[in-house]
């Protein structure tokens, strides 16, 4: 997964418990994404982060929390989870001078 | 609004049997098309970046086109190893690379 670590693989929770979803990147690139992959809708971008220390809303940013403390990490957080935040989610880093993004393994989430 | 559609949905083959999958765009303002393989329970896996019509790349028995209105991911003679989710995603000029994906197609190759 080019570098890209996400923790953890699995989590199941119950309606309004919170969590943070990490992500780590071994390298040194800018850019990194979150995103949401439901059954028949594809990836959506959920925030993402240009730099260290900055952090922008994506297309399905309600109900998350990013932060980016430092170049390696950028972490999403569900502050009260509902059963509509059930799905897998991924983590992707822009290669740095090029326009590609390469994703981690992803995390499943299941709120019951 | 800019969209992408993936058609079709799910494809099965036969080993050797050679097709095509669909990628077609709305957007305002191209900058890149990028094909993904994803296989299940795993992230996706890059394949492919077009950025011009008429441009063309290739790996192995796929080969990934681009018109100004749809791209195209030929597959030659496929492998039972084929079988995957193949994405595809497009970036728009003035965005922070920012990746628009279509909803996937799944390709079955029977031996």
């Known amino acids: 997964n080019a570098g890209v670590t996400q923790t953890p693989k699995f989590q199941v929770l119950k309606t309004g418990q919170s969590m943070t979803l990490q992500c780590a990147q071994d390298m040194n690139h800018n850019s990194m994404y979150w995103y949401r992959q439901d059954p028949g809708m594809g990836l959506r971008l959920i925030y993402y982060?240009?730099?260290?220390?900055?952090?922008d809303k994506g297309e399905v940013p309600n109900g998350y929390n990013v932060s980016r403390l430092n170049k390696r990490e950028f972490s999403l957080r569900l502050e009260s989870a509902a059963p509509s935040q059930t799905s897998v989610y991924f983590c992707?880093?822009?290669?740095?001078?090029?326009?590609?993004?390469?994703f981690g393994p992803g995390t499943r989430l299941t709120v019951l | 609004e800019d969209q992408v559609t993936q058609s079709p949905e799910a494809l099965r083959l036969q080993e050797g049997e050679s097709s095509s999958l669909n990628c077609s765009y709305t957007?305002?303002?191209?900058?890149?098309l990028f094909w993904y393989r994803q296989d299940p329970g795993k992230g996706p896996e890059f394949l492919f970046t077009?950025?011009?019509a008429g441009e063309e790349k290739e790996k192995e028995r796929l080969k990934a086109t681009l018109t100004k209105k749809e791209s195209f991911l030929h597959i030659t003679a496929p492998k039972p190893e084929d079988s995957a989710t193949y994405l595809c995603?497009?970036?728009?000029?003035?965005?922070?690379?920012?990746?628009?994906f279509g909803s996937g197609t799944q390709l079955t190759v029977l031996p």
């Open positions: 992707a880093v822009l290669f740095a001078g090029t326009d590609t993004q390469y």
């Open positions: 995603a497009v970036q728009f000029s003035g965005s922070a690379r920012q990746l628009t």
């Open positions: 957007v305002s303002g191209l900058r890149g």
């Open positions: 982060s240009a730099s260290e220390g900055t952090t």
């Open positions: 077009l950025y011009s």
